[in-house]
């Protein structure tokens, strides 16, 4: 580094040497992300199903035995944990 400030400032060019191929001078990056298994798909598709079912019956049961809390206390940790994991899905493979 102190070799390369002294020629800058003495105006002289640098000398190409056995350093010269050391630098990278091009990179290419490819996208090689996966596609979308299909099987994967219809497995979250059929989580969310059951997501819907689930809710379906705790709001159910809540009212028919009128339990002391409300249905949200159960639904939405399992909707969020689910919204989450998708989310991670859909945007490791867009």
Do not use: S
């Amino acid at each position: 580094m102190l070799t390369g400030l002294t020629q800058w400032i003495a105006r002289r060019p640098a000398t190409g040497g056995a350093y010269a191929g050391a630098f990278v001078r091009d990179v290419t990056i490819e996208d090689a992300r996966a596609p979308r298994d299909p099987r994967l798909t219809r497995f979250i598709l059929i989580c969310w199903v059951l997501i819907a079912v689930k809710h379906i019956a705790v709001i159910w049961a809540v009212h028919r035995y009128q339990m002391p809390f409300h249905p949200l206390i159960v639904n939405f940790p399992t909707w969020l944990i689910g919204a989450v994991a998708t989310a991670l899905y859909l945007r490791r493979t867009r």
